[in-house]
């Protein structure tokens, strides 16, 4: 009987744990915006692991059958090189036939940005809704949460992720309006809380005053 209720202890205890790790799991995922859960869920060509906190991802579906793709990749790899030090990441969604040749094409171009396996680059649910047009490549410049900022396709991707700089200056200029706006509303808040407090003592002195002639008149 002791050993059965042992084995029913460790169970619980089994059950529990797990439980508990599959609720941490959770709770990770839904820390993390849109477009890093689904960047920390895919697999990579490369092995290279994405900025899980850029502020702008540049995400565009690209194949080494492309011409424009191959003539573009050189202005992609040299501008990611100075944008992932600003705080954005660049990904691809390579659309090649195959993994194989996707790894060969990152090797021959010198990849350093991190490219979504073909295998399930189209099926991986990225949150960023496709430019509609049939020309590769296709790019999507997106916050954290999804929301589209820009896009570009074909020949226009090469100058597009120049003006990476131009989309990040805009973006902290929205964020320091947000950021002061929200600053004078806690002020507001703070000074109206200050007055309901003093109205409040005041109030209480009077209550105070009215109960001291109270008594006085009452002796």
């Known amino acids: 009987m002791t050993r059965l209720i042992r084995l029913m202890m460790m169970l619980a205890l089994l059950c529990f744990g797990a439980t508990a790790h599959a609720q941490e799991e959770e709770s990770a995922d839904t820390e993390l915006a849109a477009v890093p859960q689904v960047l920390a869920k895919a697999q990579y060509v490369n092995k290279v692991k994405p900025n899980l906190k850029a502020k702008i991802y540049f ?6 059958a492309c011409i424009i793709c191959v ?16 705080g954005c990441e660049m990904v691809m969604l390579n659309i090649d036939k195959t993994p194989e040749d996707a790894e060969k094409w990152v090797k021959k171009a010198k990849m350093t940005f991190p490219v979504i396996s073909p295998s399930i680059s189209m099926s991986c649910g990225m949150p960023w809704p496709y430019t509609g047009r049939p020309l590769l490549p296709c790019m999507v410049a997106m916050t954290p949460d999804g929301t589209k900022i820009g896009e570009a396709s074909g020949p226009d991707v090469s100058g597009f992720v120049k003006s ?45 005053e009215n109960d001291s002639d109270f008594a006085t008149d009452a002796f």
């Open 71 to 86: 003539k573009e990749a050189p202005t992609l790899v040299k501008e990611y090189k100075r944008m992932k030090r600003k």
């Open 164 to 208: 990476w700089r131009k989309l990040l200056r805009e973006l902290e200029k929205e964020e320091a309006k947000q950021a002061a706006a929200e600053a004078r509303e806690t002020a507001r808040a703070e000074k109206a809380a200050g007055k309901n407090k003093k109205k409040s003592r005041a109030d209480e002195k009077d209550e105070e």
């Open 59 to 64: 995400v565009y579906q690209s194949r080494s």
